[in-house]
């Protein structure tokens, strides 16, 4: 696999907030002429959740998930001169510069546990994916998954890959497994884990996982309190990932006890 190479678009036109999430994101149109999900650099987690949003949706698309298209998207300073929310004038003065765009899909809806379908292959792709990413975030109470055009679709990893909050002691993860994986939302469908562990592994290799990594912009990998080179990072976030590659096969065991 070739990881897809993303596309940079400027934003031309805030559209509307999502005030469902937490960040704020916002639809927005780009110089494509496109509808975006823009997830914004200036919110809560700043640009740890678009690293964490960008290679969990990207790890998830090289395993054969369904995932919105990515694209990077530049922001200037008038859309905060003309907006009359105090709130959202900040957020959009605090992510000037480069932020992380996701098609917009136009008619989708929220996956329901009770009504919506999901095959148990996918479903144990996307439990063994949250917990080879540690992604607290995939609940009944918050799915972040759409049914569109009759399949399932992946969206917000912004909270998972926690350990990057603190790069001090970020090597103690590498052996931990997932226990949260006991509250995901598609744990009662995952009747395949052992098959997804192996398809995974076929899928995924270190050179994908460097790919992925790859994909960082260099800028939102800088912040003022650093005491690791972006270099370091880069390596350090391709060891978490290798290290649960490697683990699987626990990981696997893991949720299907949790089952």
Known sequence: MNTTKIRTLDVIQYLTPLREGGSLPAIVKGDDGVLYVLKFRGAGQGKKALIAELIGGELARAMGLKVPEFVFMNLDDRFSKTEPDEEIQDLLKFSIGLNLGLQYLSGSITYDPLVSEADSLTASKVVLLDSMITNIDRTPKNTNLLNWNQELWLIDHG??????????????????????????????????????????????????????????PEEWLKEPSDTMETAEKRAAYAQFLSSKLSNIETLAKEAANAR
């Open 159 to 216: 909270a998972s890959l926690y350990f990057h909050h603190n790069w001090n002691n970020w090597q103690n993860h590498l052996p931990r497994t997932f226990p949260s994986i006991k509250d995901h939302v598609l744990l009662d469908r995952a009747n395949d884990i052992e098959q997804a562990s192996i398809e995974i592994k076929e899928s995924i290799n270190d050179n994908i996982i460097k790919e992925i990594i790859d994909l960082i």
